[in-house]
C-alpha cells in the first residue's frame, strides 16, 4: 500500500466487506493494557476450502509471548460457541515452524502439502470434525 486511501480501500473492500458476506473476519489483537494495536487474528473464507480457516499475525515484537494464542483460542471459542463452525483450517507458508507449532498446540493436524490458486505450495492443517483431502497439485 502507497496511501492512506489505499489502505481505506482496502480495509473496506476486503475486512469490513468479509464480515458482510460472511458474518465474520479478522479482529484486532490488541494489548489489553495500552490497548496498543500489535496484530490481527481472525477467521477467513477462502473459496477453495470447505471452512473458514484460522489466521494470524503479529508485530515482529509481539512474537513469542503467547499473544497469538490467546487470540487464536478466543476466535476459535468463538467460531464453536458463537458462529457454530465445527471445522477450522489453517494455511502455514512452508518453514513457519513457530505458526505450526501453534496450531499443534490449538489441535490442529496437518492435511499435507496444499496448491493454493495463486500457484504457492503451502501447508494445510485442519481442527475440528472431518478433514478435506488437499493434495498438492
Known sequence: MRSLADAEGYIGNNL???YRTCG??????ELKSTRDLIGLCGLV??????????GFALLAEFAGQGYASEA???VMQHAQGTLG??????????????SVRLL????FRRQGPYLIP???EVELYCSGKGYFAAPAG
Do not use: C, H, T
Open 16 to 18: 469490513q466487506a468479509a
Open 24 to 29: 465474520f473476519g479478522l479482529y484486532a489483537v
Open 45 to 54: 473464507k477462502r473459496d477453495f476450502l470447505p471452512s473458514p480457516d484460522l
Open 72 to 74: 487464536a483460542r478466543a
Open 85 to 98: 463452525i465445527e471445522r477450522l483450517y489453517a494455511i502455514v507458508k512452508r518453514g513457519n515452524q513457530r
Open 104 to 107: 499443534e498446540r490449538l489441535g
Open 118 to 120: 495463486q500457484g504457492d
